[in-house]
């Protein structure tokens, strides 16, 4: 029997497509645009409706899955993707990485793309063939219950990380067995909020989606990204899953995209059910395929509404081939004709328990870990500290540490469990484990994050007074920090105020360690510390790190992607702020935060000097290099990471005050002094004019270089673009 065309590896990926879709009937068309939730036991939607892809699914439980469609008449092979976040999340015992936030601060896209590369490899065994991940929005409003899910604030630093991990993930291309796909969301302005709340209006215009929001996801499109996800917000009336402009007219047209859009879970249920733009599901469907969705997630109604709204004539059946063509060329290029990339739960195992992936882990840890404040204290003098008392709530607390999209956290229900306590290094265990011998550690949890009980606040207090420093690890709780869960305040929750006063008044040296999902106000008993230490979620290595930067084993490097407020009512507090408005402060307090973008501070400093151009002028299409001397000045070795900023002086529309154009790592000895170099290429001097293209302007630029975005640390030069 000779074998089918579509079945054929030695055609090309066109012939195949055309041949396959030939064949098929519109039903089977429908459901390979369907994105199934498949956490029940029942399974038999994958036949009854022809499903093309699933999610929420592991173990043997894929591959019974895929059984299934193989069983089906034209065998069509199962798309399965998961939320692997940061880490393979929800698979018990993967390596669980630093939150996006967290990983940001080290600065570091070749560490970065190990991590997604890390997290492939342990994914791809499982089964699981594409990800949901990475977020790229913007950090607007600190309030907002993802912020801890993204990059931070800045578009330029977003597009590189975010490229970083698509690299990482996607390995040597789609044929790549060790591969999972990317996916960058949420396309795009989700994060722009109204007063921080979740998936609410977003009141942007497209001049500035041009000029913040879209550029990180034109990298991600250019760096090879081959799904990308919608968001769940609205923009002028019109809900992202609605909006042909962005998703068809710039993704496909403009960018040249060609991979495949799908939903975030029920957009298109949405249209119906919560922003009432459409008042059936034939027309949802046909608004939503029209609008340039190729995958709907978790949206049942799709399939009967998609074949209703063909039936009666409302949809086109050409305008269901083409996102069907769009997902099956996805699946030829990535070989899952020949290979369905199963599950291989004795290789998983393997994967999972690499060392080498654990180091990457550590080498995530420590690299973003920062400094926020220091008086001298850090790092410890083991000379001088024979106890520490351990306190506060996050001090031994793993499913904290490790964060939002994780066993433990809300994703799955309480009888998934959570990781195995012993991959985790909480900042107790790593005290513990790197204390000076015959150093004392005294440990008590003082208070909690979720209610106002301050029973433990004395306990805590008595084993301060008999230590000679304190390290309080206080922070924010899953119940405070993920989808749905914005806050009104950014402040401390439960006890933990309370307990800072009450340790500051001890007179011991106090060491703030933040276990946080976003930037939260401190109280000023924590701004007087001794010391702040800023972890985020640090994963599962969190605690080793912070250990490791304590008794002077780690000096931090890492710098802050996102500012810290003073207080909440500052929003948006973010660098790059357009110019013009009345004054330069509020009548009751400042408006600079209390760190700012690219703030993280050292064991040792660094000294910039002789900050020069390559020439003074630029035509059209010219790069720029800019040169700057640095030069540790201290008594340890460490990491500066230079930051490097453009502000065009004079422009024909109102721009931001200065943005983040280039950055480079460098690492120097004691006494040491090295030349940095960074490249700016002519896009960098672009603005988005009124008109919302993307220009450069004649006139005069400055550039800026130093060791964080705050105008007193940063050295100065002109440049004039002809």
């Known amino acids: 029997m000779p074998i089918l065309p579509y079945r054929n590896p030695a055609l090309t990926v066109e012939e195949r497509?055309?041949?396959?879709?030939?064949?098929?009937?519109?039903?089977?068309?429908v459901g390979q645009l369907m994105l199934w939730d498949a956490r029940g036991d029942d399974l038999s939607f994958i036949n009854t409706y022809h499903a093309g892809s699933i999610l929420h699914?592991?173990?043997?439980?894929?591959?019974?899955?895929?059984?299934?469609?193989?069983?089906?008449?034209?065998?069509?092979?199962?798309?399965?993707?998961?939320d692997?976040?940061?880490?393979?999340?929800?698979w018990k015992g993967a390596t669980i990485f630093p939150t996006q936030l967290a990983l940001a601060a080290c600065w570091n896209p070749a560490l970065i793309e190990q991590v997604g590369r890390v997290t492939a490899e342990e994914m791809a065994p499982t089964g699981i063939h594409w990800t949901f991940s990475p977020v790229l929005c913007l950090t607007r409003d600190l309030r907002w219950g993802r912020t801890g899910e993204t990059f931070g604030e800045d578009p330029y630093l977003i597009g590189e990380f975010g490229a970083a991990l698509i690299r990482g993930y996607q390995g040597r291309g789609l044929d790549d067995?060790?591969?999972?796909?990317?996916?960058?969301?949420?396309?795009a302005g989700y994060s722009e909020t109204q007063g921080g709340r979740d998936a609410s209006e977003a009141d942007l215009s497209r001049r500035k989606l041009r000029s913040y929001f879209l550029p990180p996801f034109e990298r991600a499109a250019r760096a090879g990204a081959m799904t990308f996800m919608t968001g769940y917000q609205s923009m002028d009336g019109i809900p992202s899953t609605a909006n042909r402009w962005l998703l068809t007219e710039v993704l496909k047209d403009e960018w040249g995209f060609q991979g495949v859009v799908v939903t975030d879970w029920d957009n298109v249920g949405r249209l119906v059910r919560e922003q009432r733009v459409c008042a059936t599901f034939a027309e949802a469907a046909t608004v939503a395929l029209r609008a340039g969705n190729d995958i709907m997630m978790t949206t049942p109604e799709f399939y009967d509404g998609a074949l209703e709204a063909v039936r009666s004539g409302r949809l086109a059946e050409w305008e269901i081939d083409a996102p069907c063509a769009r997902l099956l060329a996805l699946k030829f290029r990535m070989g899952l004709f020949e290979n369905p990339r199963g599950p291989d739960l004795e290789r998983a195992a393997i994967e999972i328990a690499r060392?080498?992936?654990?180091?990457?882990?550590?080498?995530?840890?420590?690299?973003s870990l920062i400094l926020l404040q220091n008086n001298g204290l850090l790092p410890l003098d083991p000379g001088r500290v024979k106890a520490i008392a351990v306190v506060g709530p996050n001090a031994d607390d793993d499913v904290q540490q490790l964060g939002d999209w994780s066993l433990g956290a809300s994703q799955h229900p309480p009888e998934a469990g959570k990781h195995p306590r012993e991959k985790t290094t909480t900042v107790l265990d790593g005290i513990r484990a790197l204390a000076p011998a015959g150093c004392a550690v005294r440990y008590e949890r003082g208070c909690s994050i979720v209610d106002d009980d301050l029973s433990g606040i004395p306990a805590a207090v008595a084993a301060a007074r008999e230590s000679d420093v304190v390290v309080a690890v206080v922070g924010d709780h899953l119940n405070?920090?993920?989808?749905?869960?914005?806050?009104?305040?950014?402040?401390?929750?439960?006890?933990?105020?309370?307990l800072l006063d009450a340790l500051e008044q001890t007179g011991k040296p106090l060491i703030v360690v933040l276990v946080n999902s976003k930037p939260l106000v401190l109280p000023p008993s924590a701004k007087r510390a001794a010391a702040i230490v800023e972890l985020f979620n640090p994963g599962m290595e969190g605690g080793q790190a912070l250990a490791e930067a304590l008794f002077g084993r780690l000096n931090p490097s890492g710098k802050l992607t996102v500012s810290i407020p003073i207080h909440v009512g500052q929003q948006p507090v973010f660098y790059s702020q357009v110019r013009g408005q009345h004054g330069s402060r509020y009548a009751d307090l400042t408006q600079e935060p209390l760190f700012p973008f690219g703030h993280g501070l050292s064991y040792t400093h660094y000294a910039y000097s002789n900050l020069r151009l390559d020439t003074p002028t630029l035509t059209q299409g010219q790069a720029l290099t800019v040169s700057v001397d640095v030069e540790n000045t201290g008594q340890h070795a460490g990491d500066e990471i230079v930051q490097v900023y453009v502000s065009d002086v004079v422009t024909s529309a109102t721009w931001v005050n200065k943005a983040l154009k280039g950055f480079a790592r460098v690492h120097l000895a004691p006494g040491e002094k090295k030349t940095v170099q960074v490249g700016l290429p002519w896009e960098a001097f672009q603005i988005v004019d009124a008109e919302g293209r993307g220009v450069v302007e004649p006139g005069e630029f400055e550039i800026l270089a130093g060791p964080s975005s705050r105008d007193r640390d940063l050295l100065k030069v002109a440049v004039w673009v002809q």
């Open 84 to 90: 692997g976040i940061h880490g393979h999340s929800f």
């Open 177 to 187: 067995p060790t591969g999972v796909l990317a996916s960058a969301k949420h396309y």
């Open 480 to 498: 405070f920090i993920g989808e749905t869960l914005s806050t009104a305040t950014l402040e401390l929750q439960g006890g933990q105020v309370a």
């Open 17 to 29: 497509v055309a041949d396959l879709l030939g064949r098929m009937t519109l039903e089977e068309k």
């Open 355 to 367: 060392p080498d992936h654990r180091a990457v882990n550590l080498a995530a840890a420590r690299q």
């Open 57 to 82: 699914i592991l173990g043997e439980k894929v591959g019974r899955a895929m059984a299934l469609a193989a069983q089906t008449r034209l065998g069509i092979p199962l798309l399965v993707g998961e």
